[in-house]
């Protein structure tokens, strides 16, 4: 998988601008603030339709313009694959698939692949079960379309039910529609865990690996998937949700489910959130992306892209140079504010003036 070409118009800190990568290691050196993550981020945008740093469309706009578009040149093994996205302040964005507009967002995915990562993934590790959640998410639809649009049902679904939760004070009310939902909420979420469940158990021996190597074989890393329920998750959340439904109706929403489960990580047997220093947050959060890698891999055939913002600048020097052995694996764009001249790879100074 890789990315030829790149043109910004419009987008961020860009008014009109073309990045041509090499199929190896592409290397952004520029000052802070000046644009290098805008590039990774349009990047990545291209792949999945969604910005890593915003939900609004209109936050991708440069100042004072009212439309921009991210265009993408990608090989994606097989074929190259061209991916235009035009946005605007007032209307939803179109996508374009080899200059035919489609009309989901899933019909997006699959096309390319890419991994992105910047010390800002330190939530994946530090913060919210919901930050793990969406890492799984998202490291898994690009690869399966049926598991992005099962989430989305399951999210059409829970939402129905937790406004039919707080649609009534009477609780025999809500009890004559609300079987309707468990069963269906109890469904989708059984074919959830269990994709989520075979990535995870796919994926814990790379990061492991990863995590072995990049900490020179100092610390162990070990990966568990959290859940309300396991065996038999259907049916057993289904006679959760009967059994707890005055609870439910008092909170006013849906207590547990895949929408609650979690990415339990430790490193030495203790769990890294609450106990790790930060560099061995950091060390994690990079093995599961390098583990995501992986994945995904061998689930198209081809390693994806690999976006690294600004990762130097939180390694030791040890670290960096595993990184960039580890690199050599598939195309990578790194962003840094300085970098060895020396170093084999392409190397695009990035600059406002």
Known sequence: MKIAKLILK???????????????LNVLVGANAQGKTNVLEAIFYAVIGKSFRTSKEKDLLKWGESFGSVEGSFFNGFRDVSVKILFDR??????????????????????????FFSPNELKLVKESPEDRRKFLNIAISQTNKRYFYLLARY????????????????????????????????????????ERKKFVEEMAPYAEKAHEYLSSGSENLKIEYKSDFK??????MYK??????????????????????DLLLYVNNEEVKSFGSQGQQRTV?????????????NRIGQYPILLLDDVFSELDEERRKRLLNFTKKTQTIITCTE???????KIIKISKK
């Open 155 to 194: 999210e059409k679904v829970l939402a129905s039910r937790n406004k039919l939760l707080k649609s009534s004070h009477n609780i025999e009310v809500i009890k004559e529609t609300i079987d309707i939902w468990n069963r269906s909420l109890c469904e989708l979420a059984e074919k959830i865990f269990q």
């Open 339 to 345: 970098i060895d001249e020396k170093i084999d790879a």
């Open 240 to 261: 959760y949700l009967e059994k707890n439904l005055e609870k439910d109706f008092k909170l006013g929403y849906t207590s547990v489910g895949v929408h609650r489960d």
């Open 10 to 24: 419009n987008f961020r800190s860009y008014a009109d601008k073309a990045f041509v990568f090499d199929d190896k």
């Open 90 to 115: 007032e209307r939803k964005k179109s996508v374009l698939i080899d200059g035919v507009a489609i009309h989901k967002i899933g019909e997006l995915l699959g096309r390319t692949c890419a991994v």
């Open 231 to 236: 065996d038999g998750y259907a049916q057993n």
């Open 285 to 297: 959060a990079l093995s599961l992306k390098l583990a995501e890698l992986e994945c995904n891999k």
